[in-house]
């Protein structure tokens, strides 16, 4: 090979090395922030910290709505193609909240878009969604949930920090001391700020011909100061059989809205059909079934850590503690999430239960 030939041949080959095309991966990243904080795909953690609590708002018996809430989430694409949003839904079946300004579009890498949501507040009670970001980001669909809490206020002032302000226990209660309060039936809360409700803002919850597990959510007990004492009446119940019946107990804010409560970790079911304790998916020997007419007392003794049950059966006078004590001792919710009162039923035919004095 001559000399000439050897130059050509060591261009073309340099030429050829750089016609090899250089791949890059191009890919969309949905990142999602509010108030400056994180919020994690799929997390079922709400705070206040990152707008996902949106808070308390309170309102008077004759305009529910007046006062509401609105929280701004940024939304992002952190990666180095284009996000196309294309659609964003609210898991909300009672229309708590709504969407005020909508982020659906395409964001350029780096590029960000505001969500707004506003709690509308039309019922009292806890009002709770989940939040769907349908996105071509490979993670899938980008969830996370909100709540708000809505509480009735008819005094001028909600709070008060003396012991002889009329206000102090929010017209609900008495005061004993500085922010210490004896409250008056179905209202709790360090200032008996806390209507005790279903979260729809009833007091009383129905079900009828539901196949599987129904959950409704009472209050929220995050007073580590407070004793709650809340009684239940069973007014109506047609068992489906072969189900437990019915599930009273404490929990987190559940995600999946159709299990028998202590099903999942961080769950305390009292059971209706066999008087068992069902927690973490485990059952043990506790106490009486109950039934038709009867009220159940649940007592959770939140400085001490307890939960107790006590059952008055239909025409007796008195409440029978449960168990082979008054109260079995329940481990710290995770994470430092708030406890609810959460009651299940699989009912066959109509079922209903009603807060009581």
Not at 323 to 335: C, K, L, Q, R, V
Request: charged share 15%; hydrophobic share 35%.
């Amino acid at each position: 090979m001559s000399s000439n030939q050897k130059k050509i041949l060591h261009k073309l080959l340099v030429f050829t090395v750089f016609l090899i095309p250089f791949t890059e991966e191009f890919q969309p990243q949905l990142e999602l922030a509010g108030n400056n904080a994180s919020i994690a795909s799929g997390s079922r953690t709400v705070s206040q910290a990152n707008f996902t609590d949106f808070g308390i708002t309170y309102n008077k018996t004759v305009s529910v709505n007046e006062n509401q809430i609105e929280r701004t989430f940024v939304l992002t694409n952190t990666g180095n193609s284009d996000l196309v949003i294309s659609e964003i839904r609210l898991d909300d079946d009672r229309n708590f909240f709504e969407i005020t300004t909508n982020a659906e579009g395409t964001l350029a890498p780096n590029e960000s878009a505001n969500l707004t949501i506003n709690y509308t507040s039309h019922s009292f009670g806890l009002a709770f969604a989940e939040v769907i970001i349908e996105s071509n980001d490979s993670n899938g669909p980008f969830r996370f949930f909100v709540r708000a809490l809505n509480i009735e206020c008819n005094s001028l002032r909600c709070f008060g920090t003396l012991a002889d302000d009329a206000n102090a226990c929010n017209g609900k209660g008495t005061c004993l001391a500085d922010d210490v309060c004896s409250c008056v039936s179905l209202y709790t809360g360090t200032q008996c700020q806390t209507a005790i409700r279903w979260s729809d803002g009833t007091l009383v919850a129905k079900a009828g011909f539901d196949f599987t597990p129904r959950i409704f959510i009472g209050p929220e007990l995050n007073d580590p100061n407070q004793v709650y004492s809340i009684k239940i009446r069973i007014d109506g119940l047609t068992i489906f059989p072969g189900s437990k019946g019915i599930s009273i107990g404490l929990g987190t804010l559940p995600s999946d809205m159709a299990h028998d409560i202590g099903a999942n970790v961080n769950e305390y079911g009292f059971l209706s059909t066999t008087g068992e304790k069902f927690s973490n998916n485990a059952l043990t020997a506790f106490g009486a079934a109950y039934g038709v007419g009867d009220t159940i007392l649940i007592e959770y003794d939140a400085p001490n850590n307890k939960l107790s049950y006590a059952v008055q059966k239909a025409g007796t006078p008195a409440f029978v503690p449960q168990g082979s004590g008054p109260a079995f001792t329940i481990t710290t919710p995770e994470n430092g999430e708030s406890l609810y009162l959460l009651l299940s039923v699989t009912c066959f035919g109509s079922c209903e239960f009603q807060y009581v004095t």
